[in-house]
């Protein structure tokens, strides 16, 4: 069994990566971080480099509190949430972990595509951290 994390360089991702760690633990179970791209144009070698070098700072913080971990970037052209989904189903997850932004009152009424796909489609639980 492991905990699955949803992780972007951002205030709601660290928070939602913190959160995770604490779960494991907490259970004494693995992190499996996940980091989701869909590639393409956009997705230029510079920023490539710019997230390898964010997982790599990510994967040192893991390795120092001596967690089980495993960091996995994702650019195969799916959207993060299937990317997500995906993996804690194949790893039987505990649960997905992600960060959620705060919103605007309009924005309120609509969640985040992939937030929402992963809370509705996700075949185990999942925990969604604001960021503080």
Same mark, same amino acid.
């Given at each position: 069994? *492991?905990?699955v994390v949803g992780y972007v360089a &951002?205030?709601?991702?660290? *928070? *939602? $990566?913190k959160r995770a760690a604490e779960e494991c633990v907490l259970r004494k179970t693995k992190l499996i971080v996940i980091s989701s791209h869909r590639g393409g144009r956009d997705f230029d070698a510079t920023e490539a480099t710019r997230f390898e070098a964010e $997982? !790599?700072?990510v994967q040192q913080v893991l390795e120092e509190q001596g967690?089980?971990?495993e960091v996995r970037q994702l650019v195969r052209g799916n959207d +993060? %949430?299937?990317d997500l989904i995906s993996v804690a189903e194949q790893e039987k997850a &505990?649960?997905?972990v992600i960060g959620l932004r705060r919103r605007s009152p309009v924005g309120?009424?609509?969640l985040g595509s992939n937030a929402q796909r992963i809370l509705?489609?996700? !075949?185990? +639980?999942? $925990? %969604?951290?604001k960021a503080d």
């Open positions: 069994m *492991a905990i &951002t205030k709601e991702g660290r *928070a *939602a $990566l $997982l !790599s700072r967690l089980e971990h +993060p %949430a299937e &505990t649960f997905i309120k009424l609509i509705l489609d996700a !075949s185990c +639980p999942v $925990l %969604a951290v």
